[in-house]
């Protein structure tokens, strides 16, 4: 499929013909939307991540994922318009149903992107998620107390 082709059907699949599994991994927040800060600006790239239980993905809004699904049903065999993947980061964007982290240098989206390709997850994005999550519980902690 062309990028073109991929991006419409991503933006035009109706709601009911969205799978159930999907919602739910969307309602779990395994989409990531990562926020860059430099000089203390925020830098735009569309870049967001799936974080699943055995692997991690790169995804570009509608275009592109980085999965093998994506790869070779899409991409190489032209068998498929989507991955599920990118249905569901549709579905997280029109929500607002994503987890979001910073990070204040580019060599650690780098080093992120490198991972995920290299060895299908990111060690690296699961402890900045980890130590953003309990950034949040100290601070519900500190704030209730």
Known sequence: MS??????YVLKIPWHDIERNLISRVQLKKIIKLRIILDKREINYPIYFYVGEKRDHVMIPYVFCSCKNFTIRVMSKKKKPSCKHLIMLRLALDKSMYR?????????????????????LSPTLRKLLYIS???RYERGRTDGA
Do not use: A, P, W
């Open 100 to 120: 979001e982290i910073y990070i204040d240098d580019l060599t650690l989206l780098k080093k992120i992107i490198n991972e995920i390709i290299r060895i299908g």
């Open 133 to 135: 999550r309990n950034r």
């Open 3 to 8: 990028v073109e082709e991929t991006m419409n």
